[in-house]
């Protein structure tokens, strides 16, 4: 898993930013764009300061197309992370996060009376009733952070949400 060398290579340089390069490819064939949101998102709960893509195919010029479909993932990547920066570059700390799923990643940082929450379902199978406390941070209410997104729900001061394969979720909670 990815978390695991981000953790080794943290523990091995402390105080070192942590820079992902994001694969644009596998074995068998490119990856979604699940996969792809999922990967970036599972490194900025560990802590990523800098982001590259790197895609590469030995296949003929028919494959190219799928080149093309990476790289318009990419982009709206990078368009998520441009609207998530002021926010991510502002935080001081980081929030503890309690998740009740194992393949669930999770970072929380204060923003404005709240907190963002980040949830990535690091599965290839959906996982429902996600359930997140966040330490430090009394909130009522949840909001999406981009449109299109399950708004999840907020009781006793847990957040709940259902996340898809590899699904990621992104709520301001206040």
Not at 47 to 72: I, K, P, R
Not at 101 to 122: C, E, R, T
Not at 148 to 160: D, H, L, M, P
């Amino acid at each position: 898993m990815v978390n695991s060398r981000n953790t080794f290579i943290k523990q091995l340089y402390p105080g070192k930013p942590l820079v992902s390069v994001l694969q644009g490819f596998a074995t068998t064939g490119f990856p979604s764009f699940a996969q792809l949101r999922a990967l970036l998102y599972s490194n900025v709960c560990d802590g990523m300061m800098h982001q590259f893509y790197y895609s590469w195919t030995a296949g003929q010029y028919n494959s190219l197309e799928n080149q093309l479909e990476v790289s318009l993932y990419t982009r709206l990547l990078n368009w998520e992370m441009k609207q998530l920066l002021p926010d991510l570059f502002a935080a001081s700390q980081y929030l503890p996060v309690n998740v009740n799923a194992p393949n669930v990643k999770s970072m929380a940082i204060p923003s404005g009376s709240g907190a963002l929450l980040i949830l990535v379902n690091q599965s290839e199978t959906p996982v429902s009733g996600v359930s997140a406390t966040v330490g430090g941070v009394s909130f009522s209410t949840s909001q999406a952070f981009f449109p299109g997104t399950s708004s999840g729900s907020v009781g006793g001061g847990i957040f709940s949400v259902d996340l898809p394969a590899y699904g990621v979720g992104i709520y301001r909670l206040q």
